[in-house]
């Protein structure tokens, strides 16, 4: 049974930092694609970053610059290191590992950024 567990979200002031983890079991980490998503309240869930199983990553616009994904294959997590924090990136983030057609998701953690 494959299990993403979040950790690390919070209320942090505007400008601040979080750093967000995701630990995984159940899943040959190692060949898996990596991804945060964020869901703000009355809108459709988004992609925030994303690591390739080779390490290659990409971020969305409105993170981009401000934002890093690192997986620890050793360790089977991924983080997500949030900077320069804005209140629009209020949300509930989600952890998602895909290998072939399946896809898996974490509970979600929520972060607020107050202004």
């Known amino acids: 049974q494959v299990q993403l567990v979040e950790s690390g979200g919070g209320l942090v002031q505007a400008g601040g930092s979080l750093r967000l983890s995701c630990a995984a079991s159940?899943?040959?980490?190692?060949?898996?694609?990596l991804a945060w998503y964020r869901q703000a309240p009355g809108k459709q869930r988004e992609l925030v970053a994303v690591?390739?199983?080779?390490?290659?990553?990409n971020y969305a616009d409105p993170v981009k610059g401000r934002s890093t994904i690192s997986r620890n294959n050793a360790m089977a997590t991924v983080s997500l290191q949030r900077d320069s924090l804005k209140p629009e990136d209020t949300a509930v983030y989600y952890c998602?590992?895909?290998?072939?057609?399946?896809?898996?998701w974490g509970q979600g953690t929520q972060v607020t950024v107050s202004s």
């Open positions: 690591s390739s199983w080779a390490g290659v990553t």
């Open positions: 998602q590992a895909g290998r072939g057609s399946r896809d898996y």
């Open positions: 159940g899943i040959l980490f190692s060949s898996a694609s």
